[in-house]
């Protein structure tokens, strides 16, 4: 059997490393910690981590400029974990190499399911042959066909909202920020037009969704961006 | 002597033109009539011409008297004018709540002066358009003293600035436009112009006098506060603290002994009480920062239906014996609100609500547009809000009697609502009636302009 993904935890608090360090071990991943900013840039390097949890709170560096020298120093998935109310800390982060975020206090199910995510997208290059169908619960894409299905159903998209769900289902199970989208969407230029965005997502929401005030599928990460539920 | 009542009169009644015309006329019939020879205007005696010269005099002086008479009368009937309307401003800024003092005194000063000023802060003097008004505005800020049409001091403005200013600090001008180059404000309307702006110079320095003894109460409040705090944080944050310590080390004695379903409950009562304790330190925290003033809020123009679609998954658990309603007209505009923040008050509403009715009964949160903003409801069907306790459901720390078995209250929700929306700009509000409790919330429509409409995007 393949021994377990490295994860590399880089958190200065002793409690945070300890369930991370029981989260981890019990679920077959093995382990690098470090405490300190430092460190961890010095074990992303040597030890070649799959996947890195960076606490964006550590004393002696700024989590951001941490997650920007980690995304030069490897390939290797980074989630960070950071405090509620610190939506802005996490946008940053996101907007400079972090693939994913936590919210402290998180659960177990919550982690690994990040965990997963990343994973799987490690596993598909970036210049591999593009997908040709998507299917996440009720969603079925067939890009080669430009149709979408909602159980069953085909469904009229405007070419907005088909761009928009692309570009979702390209990062599918992982936050996407609100200036990525539009940049993807819309173009450079309307990087900061955040309610072209909105209101497209809610169309989007009321045609993809069994109710669009609970969505499942296309999920609001607030303050930060969107989330399409992971096939 | 009969001549002279005729030029007396004619000057009394009229200016100083009609009465010499007067004099003059009856001069010739005096000497067309009474000095030989009769019957022509011929003058023998030398005399006489001092005469004429005498009454022409006469008929002058007495003509600048009566004159001098009126302009008074007319400038005592106008300073009773401006008396009255003076007293009538200071009436009603007495009354008038801090808000309402600019407008009032402009309504008042418009009438008197028939020329509607505006008032415009020290700061924003230099955005005036034309720039001898500019001048003359900067001027006025500076010295203390109107300035501009009709004064002496940048005269060739096109509008006549006033300054609204206390010994102590300048607190603007007021600009009246002259609507014609000419037109502009008389002496007398520009004196009363003048005393109505101290009148409002006066009543905006007394409000702020007012707002700064309401926050030394206020603080005096807070403190007091902050020991009912004390007592009951250390309450409320022992009680989810003991039953997780008490769970966690039956698990660990009983690690092999316990059942696997007891194990199962001790570990859920774990996750429970921490969450309990989760929300309640960020209800402290978010209450804090509301206190501090520290509550930035980021406006950005987006549809409800997030806020509340983000609060309703984050309170699935909360919610699964409260069936919740959800009635957002499909044509209800965008609002410029901080997502995370008023996501945050509609958690609070939604969970005040499941902690105040009995399982089973539902929620509805409803909006409607609004006259500038939008309207916002939550209601449920409880035992409705005590007739009286409208007001005090928001204080701090005010906790309403709980049903049985439902986890206590921080006394804090309601509290936080109220500051998240102030600091929009809002208000919320809940209104007695039977059949449940509604809390309303209004969002103006005020923050950054209002986009455009968002384009499909190109390709």
């Known amino acids: 059997m393949v021994p377990g993904a490295l994860v590399l935890v880089i958190e200065d608090e002793p409690q945070m490393r300890r369930f991370l360090r ?9 382990l690098a910690e470090a405490e300190t900013a430092r460190e961890g840039l010095a074990q992303a ?12 709170g550590l004393p002696d560096a700024d989590g951001v400029d941490v997650a920007r020298k980690l995304r030069r120093l490897t390939r290797a998935a980074i989630i ?36 997963r995510v990343a994973l799987r997208r490690a596993a598909t290059p970036d210049d591999g042959p593009p997908i040709e169908v998507f299917t996440s619960g009720e969603l079925r894409v067939d890009f080669v066909r430009r149709e979408v299905l909602r159980g069953g159903e085909a469904v009229h998209l405007t070419p907005t909202e088909y761009k928009l769900l692309t570009a979702l289902i390209r990062n599918s199970g992982r936050v996407v920020t609100h200036r990525r989208l539009l940049h993807e969407v819309w173009g450079v230029n309307s990087e900061h037009q955040t309610h072209y965005l909105r209101v497209y997502m809610a169309q989007l929401r009321h045609k993809l969704e069994a109710d669009p005030t609970r969505p499942r599928l296309l999920t609001t990460e607030a303050g930060v961006g969107y989330r399409l539920l992971a096939p | 002597m009969l001549l002279l009542l005729g030029v007396v009169s004619a000057a009394s009644w009229t200016r100083l033109g009609p009465a010499l015309l007067a004099s003059v006329v009856s001069i010739a019939c005096f000497d067309f009539l009474f000095v030989p020879p009769y019957y022509t205007f011929a003058v023998r005696n030398t005399d006489y011409i001092l005469t004429f010269g005498v009454m022409l005099a006469v008929a002058v002086a007495m003509s600048r008297l009566t004159g001098r008479v009126r302009e008074e009368a007319a400038d005592a009937s106008e300073r009773e004018c401006r008396t009255t309307a003076a007293f009538a401003l200071s009436r009603e800024l007495a009354d ?4 309402r003092l600019v407008p009032i005194a402009l309504a008042h000063i418009g009438a008197a002066v028939e020329i509607q000023p505006a008032m415009l802060p020290p700061d924003a003097v230099g955005g005036l358009d034309a720039i001898a008004v500019r001048i003359a505005a900067a001027w006025a ?30 607190l603007g001008v007021l600009v009246f436009d002259a609507p014609a180059p000419r ?25 702020g006098l007012a707002g700064e003894h309401d926050r030394a109460r206020a603080e005096v409040e807070a403190e007091r506060l902050r020991t009912a705090l004390l007592s009951s944080l250390s309450h409320d944050l022992r009680t989810p603290l003991a039953g997780i310590e008490g769970a966690a080390s039956s698990l660990l004695q009983g690690a092999d002994s316990l059942p696997a379903p007891v194990r199962r409950d001790l570990a859920d009562a774990i996750v429970e009480e921490s969450r309990r304790m989760t929300r309640l330190v960020s209800n402290l925290l978010d209450m804090v920062r509301v206190e501090a003033g520290a509550l930035a809020v980021r ?4 549809p409800l239906e997030e806020a509340l679609g983000v609060a309703l998954l984050r309170l699935e658990d909360g919610l699964a014996n409260h069936p919740v309603t959800v009635r957002l007209p499909e044509e209800l505009p965008l609002v410029p609100i901080d997502g995370l923040l008023i996501e945050q008050v509609f958690i609070n509403l939604l969970e005040n609500a499941v902690r105040h009715t009995p399982a ?74 039977t059949g449940g409790a509604t809390f309303r919330f209004f969002l103006p429509f005020d923050g950054p302009p209002l986009p455009s409409p968002p384009p499909e995007a190109a390709g």
């Not at chain 1, 029981?22 to 093995?30: E, H, P, S, T, V």
């Not at chain 1, 390097?45 to 964006?56: F, W």
């Open chain 2, 141 to 170: 800020v500076e010295h203390g003293l109107s300035a501009g049409a009709g004064t002496r001091h940048c005269a060739e403005a096109d509008a006549l600035v006033v300054p609204v200013r206390t010994a102590a600090s300048r």
């Open chain 2, 360 to 433: 089973g009964t539902p929620v509805v949160v409803g909006a409607e547009a609004a006259p500038g903003g939008v309207i916002v409801a939550v209601s449920d069907r409880g035992p409705g809000i005590p007739a009286g306790s409208e007001q005090d459901v928001f204080r701090k720390f005010y906790r309403a009697a709980t049903r049985e078995g439902a986890t206590g209250s921080s006394g804090l929700g309601l509290t936080i609502c109220r500051g998240i929306i102030q600091a929009h700009g809002g208000r919320i509000w809940t209104e007695h009636e």
């Open chain 1, 22 to 30: 029981a989260m981890l071990r019990g679920n077959g991943y093995q």
């Open chain 1, 80 to 115: 960070v974990i950071s405090a509620r109310g610190k939506e802005q800390d996490k946008v940053a982060a996101l907007d400079n190499g972090a693939d994913d975020y936590l919210t402290k206090p998180f659960g177990a199910p919550e982690l690994l399911a990040r965990i």
């Open chain 2, 183 to 207: 037109a502009t404000p008389s002496r007398s309307a520009r004196l009363t112009a003048e005393a109505m702006a101290d009148q409002l110079a006066v009543a905006l320095e007394r409000a």
């Open chain 2, 96 to 99: 008038a709540p801090p808000e």
């Open chain 2, 299 to 302: 406006k950005e123009w987006q």
């Open chain 1, 45 to 56: 390097a040597g030890r070649n981590p799959e996947v890195i949890l960076l606490d964006l």
